[in-house]
């Protein structure tokens, strides 16, 4: 993903978001991850041990409930902790919303989901329903399209605890497959 930040000084591409927090915060030249795939690494991430230790050593293996994660320690300090976004440490679980007690020290987990490579997720008309997943031919623009959407979340949350010690993570899906753009991306890409 570097050579597309235009931080890391890629000129085709315009990110000026992106730049601000590179030059606000710490930009990494030299990192690596533990596995390749997402759940392992996701697991790690979470937790700070290596696959194996965690039990989620590949996709579709969950990890073990008795983890600790760091959301649980920001948890036990005070911290309200929230989480949007793929989740996929639920082992073979079926696609969809993760239950609570899966959620791993993360209290908000109202937006946390099990695998979750679609390209289009819409709220509900009631606040207490979960939102609408689209199957994957669907995708979104620029209010359900999974990118926005969890941003927006992500957004409300800082919000609503910007007073408060808080630890939100948010877990985009893409650039998992399927490769589908956001028809504004689109249309800015095709001048």
């Known amino acids: 993903m570097l050579w597309t930040l235009s931080c890391y000084g ?17 930009r990494l030249s030299q990192f690596f991850v533990n596995s390749a795939v997402c759940t392992p690494s996701r697991g790690t991430f979470l937790t700070g ?4 230790a965690h039990g989620a050593y590949r996709n579709n293996l969950p ?19 929230g989480y949007a ?3 996929h440490l639920d082992g073979m679980a079926r696609p ?3 239950h609570a007690e899966r959620s791993m020290g993360f209290e908000y987990a109202r937006f946390m989901f099990n695998r979750g490579h679609w390209k289009k997720i819409a709220d509900t008309d009631m606040d207490d329903c979960e939102p609408t ?3 994957y031919r669907e995708f979104g623009d620029e209010t359900t399209y999974p990118t926005d959407w969890l941003t927006d979340k992500t957004i409300s949350f800082i919000r609503k605890e910007r007073d408060k010690p808080f630890c939100f993570m948010v ?6 497959t399927p490769f589908q753009q956001e028809g504004y991306t689109t249309r800015c890409w095709s001048r």
């Open 49 to 52: 041990r290596y696959p194996h």
């Open 133 to 135: 997943i689209f199957p």
């Open 10 to 26: 890629c000129e085709v591409i315009d990110t000026p978001n992106i730049d601000w927090i590179g030059r606000e915060g710490a």
């Open 96 to 98: 969809g919303w993760v």
């Open 63 to 81: 990890l073990d409930r008795d983890e600790m994660t760091f959301a649980e320690v920001f948890r036990r300090k005070g911290y309200d902790t």
């Open 85 to 87: 976004g793929k989740w």
């Open 171 to 176: 877990s985009i899906p893409d650039p998992h």
